[in-house]
């Protein structure tokens, strides 16, 4: 994407032992940063959440273009 861009992570943890969330998330744009967007500075919206207890633990990243 060359634009500017929203991002949305919901992260889904095994058990109850609680994360620091901003560290994961800094980890995913880390991540992503020149796969899924040029440069991490795109990133003008950012909605993360963190759900413990689940089955399956990973994370779900939804990417959009926004408008200027």
Do not use: P, S, W
Not at 8 to 37: P, Q
Not at 52 to 63: I, N, P, Q, S
């Amino acid at each position: 994407m060359r634009g500017d861009v929203a991002l949305v992570l919901r992260f889904k943890r095994r058990g109850r032992r609680r994360a620091d969330l901003d560290n994961m998330t800094k980890a995913i744009l880390d991540g992503i940063n020149g796969v899924v967007y040029l440069d991490d500075m795109q990133v003008v919206r950012l909605t993360a959440h963190v759900e413990y207890g689940a089955d399956v633990a990973g994370v779900r990243v939804v990417c959009r273009e926004v408008e200027a």
